[in-house]
């Protein structure tokens, strides 16, 4: 089927001019806007002709580079193989061994469904973005890719199966701008607000924006700053919003033979299968929001999609689920899991205190200099609230994290505000670790880590066990862990 | 259950050479010279910008002699408590003064393993040698100080088990 070298659709030009020209635009914005700004009064003609320059180089440079690209790209399967050859210039040649693909998704944006095409990313366990990405191919080539690749047995004719995936969850539009409710982008628009300051060398717009909180009385200037508070918390929670709408609109997860399929998307489609054989971890996530209503989210990942940012949300599960249903779909990704049902066991209460300190030094050198700044020797007065806080921190940390056996999976759940539970089989476990700081050891304390081949930043951390108790833990993942040998599920 | 045959192990907890002490001693000394330079630098232009009465910086290089002494008079410690055992299923590496930690790699998650030796370490007859598994960023274990006979024997030793699937 693709045992012959292939060109990408010539969506791909288009494609990738908007994406290169989008994405040089986006990092240009923010220096565009300062220069804008600094030179304001410059005259209309003067700022038309910068910005219209500036334009006209970024879309001249975004167009050479997709020309290449689409003249200079193949891709076909050679003995168990993908190979991509690309490059002009550089010439690049990769070969993607079809047994080692974690992931194959298909993604459409609104280019791709104007033009009929689709985008295909193979996923490997290695690196931080997709080691094939196909910017465009037709929407039927695009599906019959990547059913080959995922059913990586090396054969070039592999029936492609059609069978009809069965339904197994699916969000509401109404759950869809829920789940955007629930979350808050204001610390996006922060960041963009300081980026624009960052670049305003000139000081055009930091200066005066201070001038004019300096020239207000103090209550005004409070009462200023609560409604820019409240109106970007506002304009956060209505970006979060938009967000959710246009990436989970119409939400669903179908049964399909090679694993769990996701479509999602209003603008950009995606059709993602996760390969539940190759499961690494699963990830329950409850933010405060998401557990007053009493949802969850739910992320499986497979090895090397932790921070695989060019994927859209690959590894997300579901955006939002009820929690009395989190075991239900648990069962698709990890054989025997049973949230519900689990036995959860106590790290030790001395955690309280080693917690508390951590939060108080930490709060403590955040605060010192405003508090002493403003109220001098009696910003000694707030080290009493802190301290109580802190400790009530400490006791909400302990009232929460813990963890859990079964003969298959091992379980942990952390985190005061952001609630996770990570779940890892015993068979994917790639290595764990026991370490006591000189802290710990003072209070008889062991901190056990385990990581499985997806847990760059997911790893189980099971802190402040009683010393004996985490020996006797470590003594029964190494026990698992050889009673798993050569049960593993998919493999690579 | 796959049926198993036995692998070679060590026999035990076994320590590294302990010429390492040299190579940390030096690499030690060149890093805190080199940030005892910069945070002196950083102190004299801080002196000067609030026109202090002195100008020579005091507190950073004290401090970081200090640190340097200290560091260099736990050497013997962190080379003792540097251990590494190969057993049946796992390699077992001990390390830590402050943060005492003992990690488990299973033989088979083993994808690949590397031997370097840097310049310093040739000039002691020294290599390290390490570990990675799938997914992890990097090495998750480096067994610093061993003769570049020893590395080999691990190397084949740990290379035997043939690495399965994730």
Known sequence: MFDRPHRLHPAAIVINFGSYFVSTSKAMATPLIALVASNARSGTHMLALMIGGFLALIGLFSLIGPLL?????????????????????????????????????????????????????????????????????????????????????????????QAKPTPIYSLTTKQVFLAGMLGNRVVYI??????????????????????????????????????????????GWLVSIVMSATRFYGFRIDKHDRGLLLSHGLITQFRT????GRVQSV??????????????????????????????????ICPLLPEGQASQIGQHLLPGFEFERLQWRQVSPRTVARHATRYFIQLATLSAWPLAHWLKWNA????????????????FYFHYVGYSFTNDLLVARSGVFRKQAVIIPFDRIQHYTINSSLFQRWLGLTTVSVSSAASGGHAIHIADLEAPIAETLRVTIGTAIKNHLGSRRGGL | MQPTTPHQTTDGPRKIHPAIRMVWLFSNTVTFLIIAIISSTV???????????????????????????????????QWERWQYEVTDREVILSWGVWTQTRRFVPR???????ITSGPLARKFGLSHVHLYVAGAHGAVGGIPGLTHEEAEALRSMLVETQAEHV
């Open chain 1, 69 to 161: 690209h689409y003249f200079s790209t193949r891709f076909y399967i050679e003995s168990d193989a993908l190979v991509i050859n690309s490059g002009f210039v550089w010439r690049k040649r990769r070969t993607i061994p079809l047994a080692r693909i974690q992931n194959v998704n298909v993604e459409r944006t609104i280019w791709h469904r104007i033009l009929n095409a689709a985008s295909v990313k193979i996923e490997t366990a290695a690196g931080a973005k997709s080691e094939g990405d196909l910017a465009a191919l037709s929407l039927e080539d695009a599906n019959k890719l990547q059913m080959v690749l995922l059913h990586h047995r090396g054969s070039v004719e592999a029936p492609v199966d």
């Open chain 1, 190 to 235: 922060l960041a963009g607000i300081f980026s624009v300051f960052q670049f305003d060398r000139s000081e055009k717009l930091f200066r005066p924006a201070l001038q004019y909180i300096g020239h207000l009385s103090p209550m005004a200037a409070i009462l200023a700053g609560a409604i820019a508070f409240f109106a970007l918390v506002v304009i």
């Open chain 1, 273 to 276: 299968i996760v390969p539940v």
């Open chain 1, 283 to 316: 990830r329950i996530v409850e933010p405060i929001l998401f557990r007053m209503y009493g949802y969850c989210e739910m992320y499986a990942d497979t090895a090397g999609t932790f921070d695989k940012k060019d994927v859209g949300a690959a590894n997300k």
């Open chain 1, 380 to 395: 000694l007065w707030f080290v009493i609230p802190l301290a109580i806080y802190c400790w009530i921190l400490g006791l």
């Open chain 2, 43 to 77: 102190e004299f232009s801080l002196l000067k910008a609030l026109h202090a009465p002195w100008r020579f910086p005091i507190v950073m290089p004290i401090l970081w002699v200090g640190i340097g002494i200290a560091s260099a008079s736990l050497l013997k410690l």
């Open chain 2, 108 to 114: 088979d998650r083993i994808q690949h393993v590397d």
